[in-house]
Nanobody, 128 residues
Framework: QVQLVESGGGSVQVGESLRLSCTVSGDPISSACIGWFRQAPGKEREGVATIRLGRGKRNLHAAVAARFIISQDAARNIVYLEMNSLKDDDSAMYYC?????????????????????WGQGTPVTVSS
């Protein structure tokens, strides 16, 4: 079992920044991969960024790769998503999730279906 708790969401203006936090606890094998996902109203959930814990391998969606940074604080079991230059279409509920599936080259996938454990989400609203 893995437990995940997100925090840090809020309302910001276009161009501003936010940092989301995901506190992870439980089985380390089942949480080898931590991913951030988002879902806007009426849209499918999509992968934003993933990190392979302990290896530092990062995988980011092309739409955010130049603006978002995923990182981990291994001592505190927290995974961060730093979001810069926010746009209004970044507005969504943001979730972190844990899984153990990796690609042949050791990266964690962006597919939501590859993740077994999910947090409750934290909302992000970007307005102009």
């Amino acid at each position: 079992q893995v437990q995940l708790v997100e925090s840090g969401g809020g309302s910001v203006q276009v161009g501003e920044s936010l940092r989301l936090s995901c506190t992870v606890s439980g089985d380390p094998i089942s949480s080898a991969c931590i991913g951030w996902f988002r879902q806007a109203p009426g849209k499918e959930r999509e992968g934003v960024a993933t990190i392979r814990l302990g290896r530092g391998k990062r995988n980011l969606h092309a739409a955010v790769a130049a603006r978002f940074i995923i990182s981990q604080d291994a001592a505190r079991n927290i995974v961060y998503l730093e979001m810069n230059s926010l746009k209004d279409d970044d507005s969504a509920m943001y979730y972190c999730a844990a899984g153990q599936k990796t690609s042949d080259d050791g990266f964690c996938p962006l597919r939501p279906t590859d993740y077994s454990y999910w947090g409750q989400g934290t909302p992000v609203t970007v307005s102009s």
